[in-house]
């Protein structure tokens, strides 16, 4: 059974490669910056409680950290072994990011464990505090080059195809292409968003038990304010996303809003199901907003999918994945608005159990919006591994034993998600922050936030 399928079964494998690895990826780009805040926090309001959450939070992203290199590395390896012909084919045009993330990664990696070992070894804060710059723009710099690896596939250029071999390559405009500008951004603000409602989430739980410590409200604070303002910068740089998918990959873009037709004054359509004769049926319309999201105008024409040869259209349940990620980042918009809202004019209902429990919920909701994000990407492109030149089914290998390497690959991806699971819980369960502060002298309870 195993072997039945080698392309298919190398495309389950790096599917879930990569929906394990962008755990550990989104947590790795997004952390830091929170760290930083909180320390910032910390140095400028001489408040040891958001210094203690820039501590901790640092020790637990030192282990996504961890299983991010294993499950990176992972990626690397499977792209020579599973996608051989991708590989000769572009591996020398995109050679040059994948250098630069390495490179990222590595300046990323010094200054973390510069910055994790001078706590409190410098007579200025803020010595410290600028060791953890180098680590954001590392991590940042990492996901920015390693994205424009993706964008490249989706809008490859930067060198002649002359009978199957790549000439007269240029490495900058191929790692520059159209789609590096709006793939990047909404990559790096969504790891932004999730890594602050993850860390929200955590202070919401422990508020939501009745652990009522201003540390965790700090935390709670900090957390949704950055929250909202990523969220903010998500829908901007979604919208973008949208004109980008309407010039340069109309089929993709119709195929998530299962628009047929080209048409003007498009609407957008959300849920729904398919028919046998391929009408939608039970959706919810919004007029004009399709032509809104493609054009910026209610009037404009928007391509459909019937304009693109039948064997050429990407599958059509890539809609759900786009509806999904599209809800779920109103939600995220809408849950860190209540809060600030909340706090601005009603502050004595700030730590309601329906807000909490929202938050919370947040947290895993981020998270499956980044996976229906990649899956709409990756998917959404299909039958192409390198959009309108090479077709996934051409660059994946022939070879025998992909199912083994499933399976063995499935054990470890379990082995890593089990041990950092009892790992991060051991860690901060063994010291909660209440023994931490108690152990500092530093009183723990009160409502400033």
Partial sequence: MFEADPVMLSRILTGLTLAFHVIFATLGVGVPI????????????NDPHYTMLARRWARGFVITVAVGVVTGTAIGLQLSLLWPNFMQVAGQVIALPMFMEVFAFFFEAIFLGIYLYTWDRFKSKVRHFLLIIPVILGATASAFFITTVNAFMNTPQGFELVD???RNIQPLEAMFNPATPTKTAHVIITCYLTSAFILAMIAAWKL???NDHAYHKKGLHLSMVAAFIFSIGTVLIGDLSGKFLAEYQP????????HFETETEAPLVLGGVLNDEGEVEYALEIPYAL???AYGTPGAEVEGLNETPEDLWPPLWVHYAFDLMVFIGMYLTFISGAYLAIYKFKRHLLYNRPLLFG??????LAFVAIQSGWFYAEVGRQPWILNGLMKTAEGATQADHVGLMLILFILLYLFLGISTVLVLRGMFKKKPAEQELYERGIETRGDSA
């Fill in 359 to 364: 938050i919370i919920a947040g947290g895993p």
């Fill in 291 to 293: 032509s809104i999201l």
């Fill in 164 to 166: 199957g071999v790549m």
């Fill in 208 to 210: 939501f038990r009745g």
């Fill in 251 to 258: 089929e993709k873009l119709a195929a998530a809003e299962w």
């Fill in 34 to 45: 929170m760290i930083a805040l909180a320390e910032w926090m910390g140095i400028r309001r």
